[in-house]
T-cell receptor
Framework: DAGVIQSPRHEVTEMGQEVTLRCKPISGHNSLFWYRQTMMRGLELLIYFNNNVPIDDSGMPEDRFSAKMPNASFSTLKIQPSEPRDSAVYFC?????????????FGSGTRLTVV | KQEVTQIPAALSVPEGENLVLNCSFT??????LQWFRQDPGKGLTSLLLIQSSQREQTSGRLNASLDKSSGRSTLYIAASQPGDSATYLCAVMNSGYSTLTFGKGTMLLVSP
């Protein structure tokens, strides 16, 4: 299995532009998570999907952020418009089962820089 | 709200030492606890998962213990090696939830 695949690995964009991050979870995993990592705040949950349905989006910082999971093998996280404070590493993770009892598998992350 | 604290924030040791990384959490109603390793510029690799009913888990030179009632977990690394250099993250999953709350990690450097 190729693991959780994220693209792009690096993204540099100008303030105000739209940014789309992509994630392909492990086949058979029915839970998908988006996390953001910064030096100041560490890893924070943004949104959690189970069976393609958003279950908890309380971590999405503001309306500029949106996430979709149109099918079991693909998810996107969109920021529009982007701001410099959105610069961070964004991780996607997937797990098997609703409670993650088998643990999480993380992707390699997308390092976003907004200038 | 669950809070996870890891001590120390950074640790530097010579090769061969046994070491202990500490993790504490404020809400003892957890479902499980997981230790991850993160190499610079990389994603997170799961090392050990301890269910709330378990006291410890072992994998090779790694041993993780869990004391749920006191809100503590330790990760013990035996005979440390330079390849163990990385950031180690502790994360808890609360009962009733499926998401993880992370500590900020311990950055470990093992020198030859």
């Amino acid at each position: 299995d190729a693991g959780v695949i994220q693209s792009p690995r690096h993204e540099v964009t100008e303030m105000g532009q739209e940014v789309t991050l992509r994630c392909k979870p492990i086949s058979g995993h029915n839970s998908l998570f988006w996390y953001r990592q910064t030096m100041m705040r560490g890893l924070e949950l943004l949104i959690y999907f189970n069976n393609n349905v958003p279950i908890d989006d309380s971590g999405m910082p503001e309306d500029r952020f949106s996430a979709k999971m149109p099918n079991a093998s693909f998810s996107t996280l969109k920021i529009q418009p982007s701001e410099p404070r959105d610069s961070a590493v964004y991780f996607c993770a997937s797990s098997q089962g609703h409670r993650g009892g088998y643990g999480y598998t993380f992707g390699s992350g997308t390092r976003l820089t907004v200038v | 709200k669950q809070e996870v604290t890891q001590i120390p924030a950074a640790l530097s040791v010579p090769e061969g030492e046994n070491l202990v990384l500490n993790c504490s959490f404020t809400d003892s109603a957890i479902y499980n606890l997981q230790w991850f390793r993160q190499d610079p510029g990389k994603g997170l690799t799961s090392l050990l998962l301890i269910q709330s009913s378990q006291r410890e888990q072992t994998s090779g030179r790694l041993n993780a213990s869990l004391d749920k009632s006191s809100g503590r977990s330790t990760l013990y690394i035996a005979a440390s090696q330079p390849g163990d250099s990385a950031t180690y993250l502790c994360a808890v999953m609360n009962s009733g939830y499926s998401t993880l709350t992370f500590g900020k990690g311990t950055m470990l450097l093992v020198s030859p």
